[in-house]
């Protein structure tokens, strides 16, 4: 599998300083391993891409080719294949509540 390119947005690429990383995955690597291998790569992403007991963040947002990683079947065991390498993270989204 040739290198794949992961863009941030948001609060992630300030915490990256870049918007675009490239990382070489395995044959058969899934979503999930594309999350460790990037925090492997750059452990400052670590508290915002994983929970404590290494499983991913639920309320971070993974798109392979604009859609969200929790709406594919297999969820975080999604492969990353040759159909699915446009890759976007997205923090979680906060805010939204009103005072009045």
Do not use: C
């Not at 294949?81 to 509540?97: A, H, R, S, Y």
């Amino acid at each position: 599998m040739p290198r794949v390119q992961v863009h941030f947005y948001a609060t992630l690429r300030s915490l990256l300083g870049q918007k675009t990383v490239e990382v070489d995955l395995p044959p058969g690597a899934t979503v999930r391993d594309l999350v460790h291998a990037l925090v492997q790569a750059h452990p400052e992403l670590r508290a915002q891409l994983l929970r404590d007991d290494g499983s991913l963040e639920p309320s971070v947002h993974i798109f392979l080719n604009g859609r969200d990683y929790h709406y594919f079947p297999q969820g975080a065991d999604t492969p990353i294949t040759e159909e699915n390498l446009k890759i976007d993270i997205f923090p979680p989204v906060g805010g939204g509540g009103t005072s009045g």
